[in-house]
């Protein structure tokens, strides 16, 4: 019975189709597993520890000495390199390979007996903003730390109930929670992205060949023959074989290179399955769309490739849309990715229900929408290479 | 080396270039429409007005100056009130706000009987930029506080004003963000990103370009024009690129870089040629690479996915020496990693000469590197040709019996 049904016919030759195809090896299973380890090892340590930083200490007296041990008792810096002049500082990062330099004054502990302002410059190598905010945050904690010391030192000979100290000199408590990414651990905070944009792009630079190369081929009349003219059939069949290789990749992705950066999915798998399969099928129809419309295959995948390569720039990701001119955040607006990984991290990282992603899911929807449209423009224009009368089909 | 040879090499893979309306994609409206849109996109260079949403529970003259003063900074706008932490939670779950600062009750009686006073900052840090922004933001203006409680003490403990203020803050801070000081998103990106989108659609275009000569037969025809000699072959087939990108790359120093109000402190020609060794290491590599191929849709596929993993093994996000030591190896193998730091170090920082001199020697090394492996792979494939040829004559005069 399912032997004889069109869809199934047609499933059982695309699945065959696509495992002979040298393209979809490379797409769904070689590229994958090189791509996706070699990013996660690239952050593999997931926070920047003991990042390398010089002191300049031009007053080396008890109070600057402590300040250094400040700096090196922190987990973020290592002090690796002590400066004896201040024309150091100007090539330390090159020279020294620090990324950040500390510069005690003169007279630094005397100037604070005497109550004079004193003042420690910090350099930070900012060409890369990674250590320059991760230095910046760190310069601040440490030296707030060494002067509300020094202020509670200040304060309490001057007859001031202890109980009011802390008040006294840190009025305001900030008592942070911080959701999402707890760890600050960068493979979780990447890799996720970066991998779900190239689920995305890989399963619609796939699709985009699905019809056109059956053209190519001249394998299109077998494969109609098989559907017996039913050019749903042939769509549906497609689809499920796609679906069928699609999941196998998102397996791969959450269910080996997850566990082995140790990535944690803190939302409910289920939710996050039914999110991925409408993406899937977003990406597979819109790929199928345009692989109908654009008879050359090659056209086709440069159009792909040109609408699927700035999708994680234009997401949102590590530049926020709303800092963007207005029409890249309506470029951002028409890739699917930018709807998914909204939907995908209000999921996995913040555990939330269903219904948050509703708006998502429409927008989703109407990219659904758009791929079908695009389907029915292929089949409108190309109608002569699709629907194939009888004598031709038989030949 | 036979100049007319070349030439006509030259002329040939032009002739291909805008035959192929791919290639022709690629290399003449890939580069620019990239430009574009990538460097648009940063081009305000750093985010502003980070939505937070408030939970104000003590609803105090204290409460609301404090929350003024956080609203004031430039990176973070309060666009939500909500009334309840649970209630603004769903706001952060909807994405609405990034942030939450809740003011519990007893703020301002705290406040004044000089006891500390928490309130809670929730961070959606799915983001790290804007989650870093809220924070750097709150702690700045809860010091501000710290200050002014500290000089109010000890102005109540009849020191004059403009001792407590100093009384009160024994040691500041100045942060110097060195190279780009605001420490901003698009100065830190951009210059990489721009040589990436040549570096990529270079590769791409020309592994279309030599795996359509692969599949046409037209590569043992190139060999047969250049007379078998490899310098005059793959002058004339990469010489085109190096044209059309050493034109592209005085569009990215002369007009993209001052557009994007990027700086160039190091001397100009320097610049230049040290981009042209960099180029021509690439053509070679990519040529080398590309020989590989026998479809122009592999090709691409396969190019089109190296641009992630390509620029951030350079170490362009993340300390090189914080990476696996085979990491780090490949790294040092792409001509792109050396020419990053070379960017970095004399447009940028506008360094001396002998602090980059490492980058331009390894640079050079890579040049040779892939000059030899594609002279290798010339004389392999040429050789293989060679074999064809008799094999296929065979053929025919079997066929022909």
């Known amino acids: 019975m399912l032997k004889n049904w069109p869809v199934y016919r047609v499933f059982k030759r695309e699945m065959l189709r696509l495992a002979r195809l040298k393209s979809a090896r490379n797409l769904f299973i070689i590229i994958p597993l090189v791509v996706f380890l070699l990013l996660g090892s690239i952050y593999y340590k997931g926070a920047l520890r003991e990042v390398p930083v010089a002191v300049y200490d031009n007053d080396n007296s008890t109070l600057s000495r402590t300040y250094i041990r400040f700096l090196e008792s922190s987990p973020n810096l290592k002090v690796t390199h002590y400066l004896s002049s201040s024309d150091a500082i100007e090539n330390a990062f090159v020279e020294k390979g620090v990324q950040g330099v500390f510069y005690i004054p003169k007279d630094f502990h005397k100037n604070i007996l005497k109550n004079v302002p004193t003042q420690i410059r910090i350099y930070t190598n900012s060409t890369n903003i990674v250590f320059g905010n991760l230095l910046y945050k760190t310069a601040l904690q440490v030296t707030q730390t060494l002067s509300g010391a020094i202020v509670a030192k200040r304060i309490a000979p001057l007859g001031i109930n202890p109980n009011k100290i802390l008040g006294t000199v840190l009025p305001i408590n900030i008592n942070t929670r911080v959701l999402g990414n707890p760890q600050y651990n960068y493979v979780y905070y990447l890799l996720p992205g970066l991998t779900t944009v190239l689920l995305q792009m890989i399963i619609f630079l796939a699709a985009a060949r699905a019809f056109n190369l059956e053209w190519k081929n001249n394998t299109y009349q077998e494969l109609f023959t098989l559907a017996r003219g039913s050019i749903p059939s042939m769509i549906l069949g497609k689809y499920f074989a796609f679906m069928v290789y699609s999941l196998g990749l998102s397996g791969l992705t959450f269910a080996i290179i997850f566990p082995i950066f140790g990535i944690p999915i803190y939302g409910n798998i289920g939710s996050l399955l039914l999110l991925l399969l409408l993406f899937i099928t977003v990406s597979i129809i819109m790929g199928f769309g345009l692989s109908l419309m654009v008879k050359d295959e090659i056209i086709a995948l440069d159009a792909a490739i040109f609408y699927n390569s700035p999708a994680f720039v234009f997401s949102g990701f590590t530049f926020p849309i709303w800092a963007m001119p207005w029409p890249n955040t309506v470029y951002a607006e028409i890739i699917p990715y930018t709807h998914f990984l909204t939907a995908f991290l209000k999921l996995y990282q913040l555990d939330t229900s269903l219904n948050f992603i509703l708006p998502e899911v429409l927008k989703l929807l109407l990219f659904l929408f758009c791929g079908i449209l695009m389907i029915a423009i292929g089949l409108l224009i190309n109608r002569k290479s699709i629907f194939l009368s009888p004598k031709t089909a038989a030949l | ?401």
């Open chain 2, 1 to 401: 080396m036979n100049l007319r040879l070349i030439l006509t090499l030259i002329i040939k893979e032009a002739e291909q270039v805008i035959k192929d309306h791919s290639i022709l994609l690629v290399l003449f409206i890939a580069p620019i429409l990239y430009f574009v849109m990538m460097g648009s996109t940063y081009i305000k260079k750093d985010e502003e007005k980070v939505s937070v949403g408030v939970v104000d529970m003590d609803l105090t003259k204290s409460s609301k100056s404090f929350l003024n003063k956080v609203n004031a900074t430039q990176k973070v706008d309060i666009t939500h009130v909500y009334n309840s932490l649970p209630e603004a939670k769903i706001g952060m779950s909807k994405f609405e706000i990034q942030g939450i600062i809740s003011i519990p009750r007893d703020f301002e009686k705290k406040l004044k009987k000089n006891e500390s006073s928490p309130i809670g900052l929730i961070l959606n840090n799915t983001k790290f930029l804007s989650s870093n922004d809220i924070n750097k933001a709150v702690n700045l203006v809860t010091m501000d506080y710290a200050l002014e409680s500290r000089q109010k003490y000890f102005e109540s403990k009849g020191i004059n004003p403009t001792f407590a203020e100093i009384k009160a803050n024994p040691i500041t801070t100045q942060v110097n963000g060195v190279y780009n000081p605001t420490n901003n998103y698009g100065n830190f990106l951009l210059p990489a990103l721009l040589v990436l989108i040549l570096h990529q659609t270079l590769l791409i275009g020309l592994s279309e370009s030599i795996a359509s000569d692969r599949k046409k037969g037209l590569m043992k025809v190139g060999f047969e024009t250049s007379k078998n000699n490899f310098l005059t072959y793959i002058t004339g087939k990469l010489g085109f690129h190096l044209f059309l990108y050493s034109a592209y790359l005085l569009f990215t120093f002369l007009v993209a870089f001052p557009y994007f109000d990027l700086p160039i402190k190091g001397d100009f020609l320097t610049l230049i040629f040290v981009s042209l060794v960099f180029f021509m290491a690439t053509l070679l590599y990519g040529w080398f690479i590309s020989t590989f191929f026998s479809s122009q849709a592999v090709a691409m596929e396969i190019m089109a996915f190296t641009s992630y993993p390509v620029f951030l093994v350079t170490g362009i996000t993340w300390s090189i020496s914080d990476m696996p030591l085979f990491l780090q190896f490949i790294s040092n193998l792409l001509p792109l990693k050396p020419f990053f730091v070379f960017i970095k170090r004399h447009a940028i920082m506008g360094v001396d000469a002998y602090l980059y001199s490492h980058e331009v020697i390894q640079l050079l090394l890579l040049l040779l590197l892939g000059y030899v492996a594609a002279f290798l792979r010339f004389r392999y494939l040429q050789k293989k040709s060679m074999q064809i040829k008799p094999m296929v004559s065979g053929t025919l005069d079997q066929n022909g019996i």
